[in-house]
């Protein structure tokens, strides 16, 4: 069997990203404002592949989206409700895969050009 770790290296790892978590802060009014906090000890490089794109026309507007693959070394905690900023564009995050439960690269698939 091939093992799949062995397809990443850290040479790959060039492009800087972001991990956020959605937080809640109290506004001091008995309320609660959301923001969007970085994860601390997320990994900071990976390398991007774009796997699909498109667009459709909704309501007079041209919606599009994007289907990626970010892959990443291992840090622990990362969730789907997370989101992904990388040169100023925000992913949401569709699937995080751990490579063979292997505690060594994070493939994630993300989804761009969507609401967050």
């Known amino acids: ?5 062995a397809k990443y290296d850290a040479r790959m790892l060039r492009e800087p990203v972001t991990f956020q978590r959605k937080t809640r802060t109290a506004n001091g009014r008995g309320g609660f404002t959301e923001t969007w906090a970085t994860l601390a000890d997320a990994a900071d ?6 796997l699909s794109g ?4 909704m309501a007079d ?3 599009a989206t994007t289907r990626n ?3 990443v070394r291992y840090f622990s905690g990362l969730r789907e ?5 990388i040169r100023d564009r ?3 995050i569709r699937f995080v895969n751990n490579v063979e439960f292997r505690d060594r690269w994070l493939e ?3 989804d761009g050009g969507v609401a967050t």
């Open 54 to 57: 498109s667009e459709r026309l």
């Open 90 to 92: 925000t992913y949401n």
């Open 108 to 110: 994630i698939d993300l």
């Open 69 to 71: 693959r970010l892959v």
């Open 81 to 85: 409700e997370d989101r992904v900023v």
């Open 1 to 5: 069997m091939v093992d799949k770790c």
């Open 45 to 50: 490089r990976g390398v991007l592949k774009a």
């Open 61 to 63: 507007r041209v919606d």
